[in-house]
Nanobody, 124 residues
Framework: QVQLVESGGGLVQAGGSLRLSCAASGRTFTTNGMGWFRRPPGKEREFVAAISSSGALRTYADSVKGRFTISRDNAKNTVYLEMNSLKPEDTSVYYC?????????????????WGQGTQVTVSS
């Protein structure tokens, strides 16, 4: 059974940092692009960041550029999202996803596998 399990969410004050992890099991995703999405309260799921299979290419939403960093460790089948200078508007459930392409893609429809999500709450 393929699983993506996110961890590292929590409550943090504005300006603080969190590091999310996404561990894959059931198969390896070393040839797949990986991404992070989020669903703010009362809104649709939106793209946050993506990384190509090799890790060479990364794509970010404008709202997180310069503050968030996506990375991956293919030996551990794990993807990370380092979040710095957090703002209250970053409050969301964050989801990890695996794409069917090797590319770094921001398109939600390119992703086949999804985790259950981890809550990130940023207080002002």
């Amino acid at each position: 059974q393929v699983q993506l399990v996110e961890s590292g969410g929590g409550l943090v004050q504005a300006g603080g940092s969190l590091r999310l992890s996404c561990a894959a099991s059931g198969r390896t995703f070393t040839t797949n692009g990986m991404g992070w999405f989020r669903r703010p309260p009362g809104k649709e799921r939106e793209f946050v960041a993506a990384i190509s299979s090799s890790g060479a290419l990364r794509t970010y939403a404008d709202s997180v550029k310069g503050r968030f960093t996506i990375s991956r460790d293919n030996a551990k089948n794990t993807v990370y999202l380092e979040m710095n200078s957090l703002k209250p508007e970053d409050t969301s459930v964050y989801y990890c996803a695996a794409a069917r392409t090797y590319r770094s893609t921001s398109r939600l429809e390119d992703y086949d596998y999804w985790g259950q999500g981890t809550q990130v709450t940023v207080s002002s």
